[in-house]
């Protein structure tokens, strides 16, 4: 940990002796360098790698020249360019369409198709180290580096939201999050991290990590981030830090309980969504809240029938104890909303398996009641490569939420997704809210596009592009 990206840079001379890289777009139709080469085995698809024969020159297919094909293209030839014989660097020869969102979708696709999360004593596989983008209108080097820059730091936190989300729970436990992420705020001028323990949560009220971390020898954290670079608005970000979610007493089946170990990664993502921000010096006020705790089974479990007392005093009648996302993430929001003055609240989490079956496991599920937020979560996604659909919070499953012995119910029956939702509407109060399920697309089982099997980083880049839409408010 940290994987090592491919070094993206921009510039308007080619090197010698350095392999060269072709675009072709379909047809094929070739790019600059392509004039004397034999088309003859290539069709331009996106991510088509070719390398031609005794030589040291590839083509590489870019498609229809979509954003998406430019990322499915720059994945494709990191991954083309690794192995035993793998170059050092490589040029790539831009088309004359080359503009700041190509360059982008292109290095974001370069620098991530070559992640490999695995804990070994074994050398890593050799990979390309280093592309350099040769653009042939030196009047666009400025733009297209600035771009390059961007989608490297949108690049960087995605896998740090994927190293975080990977690392194996007997590691990764709530303590663990915790200062990891304080560690590497620390580096990060302008970012302050402060983690609080079990005692300040006991002090503090926050009843439902203390109910969900109450079944672990590993005891709950609570990870606060602040960066404040100016600007009149100040988002909160809250990820679910659940480190392993057993189900609790509501034991889940054994199938799939490892991958489990992923439970953690809206916080993860939020964790490196403001290290970016910070890095980046935007004229925005963030803060980052992950309440961290393991979904454990022992004699100190919660269990369900329990009355729970949130922070600010709320209380749930649990029914779950699987549903232990919403319990540690009401907390945070109440918290939020009590004492930070935010303009906006976003929480991230991997909530509801029900997600899944929805949108299946390359969407992300948005529930507001602004048109005005869930628009702006759709664009930023599509701007950085992430897919949002937003979902109702329908009206008629609201009554619903009441308990007869408690404020709120944990799972009020209903579509699993919206359910939750309707549940962690109550603890935003009147503060703008966008709650972002990520169960789905936080994993992948398939290698596709920008993305390797396991955790995905999913919603990291969201996060980052939505903070910067505001600073530009
Ligand atoms: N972490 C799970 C949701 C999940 C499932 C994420 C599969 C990714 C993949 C969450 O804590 C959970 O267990 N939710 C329950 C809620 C239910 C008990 C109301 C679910 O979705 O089954
Ligand atoms: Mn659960
Ligand atoms: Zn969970």
Redesign the pocket.
């Known amino acids: 940990m940290p994987t090592k990206l491919v070094d993206v840079e921009v510039a308007t001379t080619s090197r010698r002796n350095v392999p060269t890289v072709v675009l072709a777009a379909t047809g094929p139709a070739l790019g600059p360098g392509g004039d004397d080469l034999d088309a003859s085995e290539i069709t331009g698809k996106a991510g088509e790698t070719v390398r031609h024969r005794d030589t040291e020159v590839w083509t590489l297919g870019v498609g229809t020249g979509s954003l998406g094909d430019y990322r499915t293209a720059g994945a494709a030839l990191a991954r083309a360019l690794s192995g035993d014989d793998a170059p050092r660097t490589a040029d790539v020869l831009l088309t004359p369409d080359f503009d700041a969102e190509k360059v982008r979708a292109f290095v974001l696709g370069a620098a991530l198709g070559g992640y490999r999360f695995k804990v070994t004593a074994e050398d890593g596989p050799k990979r390309v180290g280093s592309l350099r983008l040769v653009a042939g209108d030196p009047g666009f080097e400025e733009v297209l580096t600035s771009a390059a820059l961007k989608a490297h730091a949108l690049a960087t936190a995605t896998s740090l939201a994927r190293d975080l989300a990977n690392a194996p729970s007997n590691v990764k436990d709530p303590r663990w999050l915790a200062t990891t992420a304080a560690k590497l705020a620390d580096k990060v001028p302008g970012l302050t991290a402060v983690v609080r323990d079990e005692k300040w949560l006991q002090q503090q009220g926050f009843g439902g990590v203390l109910a969900v971390g109450g079944g672990s020898a590993r005891p709950p954290r609570f990870i606060e981030l602040t960066y404040d670079g100016g600007g009149a608005e100040h988002l909160v970000f809250i990820g679910k830090g659940?480190t392993f979610?057993t189900?609790g007493i509501?034991v889940?089946p054994a199938d799939g309980m490892h991958?489990?170990r992923t439970?953690m990664a809206g916080g993860g993502a939020v964790i490196s969504a403001l290290m970016a921000v910070a890095r980046r010096q935007l004229p925005i006020k963030v803060t980052g809240l992950v309440p961290c705790a393991e979904?454990h089974i022992s004699g100190s479990a919660y269990r369900p029938g329990d009355v729970v007392r949130h922070y600010g005093g709320a209380t749930t009648e649990v029914q779950?104890t699987?549903?232990?996302?919403r319990m540690v993430l009401a907390d945070a929001m109440a918290y939020a909303v009590r004492t930070l003055s935010p303009d906006l609240v976003v929480d991230v989490a991997?909530?509801?398996?029900?997600m899944?079956v929805s949108l299946g496991l390359r969407t992300g599920a948005v529930f507001t009641t602004s048109d005005e937020l869930a628009a702006s979560v759709v664009e930023a996604g599509s701007r950085v490569g992430e897919k949002w659909w937003r979902m109702p919070l329908l009206e008629e499953h609201v009554e619903a939420v009441a308990s007869e012995i408690a404020d709120y119910k944990q799972?009020p029956p209903g579509p699993?997704g919206i359910a939750?939702a309707l549940f962690l509407q109550k603890f935003a109060g009147d503060v703008p809210w966008v709650h972002l399920d990520i169960?789905g697309p936080?994993?992948s089982e398939k290698v596709y596009d920008e993305v390797v099997a396991g955790a995905t980083g999913f919603s990291a880049r969201t996060l980052i592009e939505l903070a910067e839409s505001f600073s530009r408010k």
């Open positions: 659940i979610d189900g509501s889940k991958l489990m439970d979904n779950n699987d549903a232990e996302g991997t909530l509801t398996g029900a899944k799972c699993g939750a169960a936080a994993r």
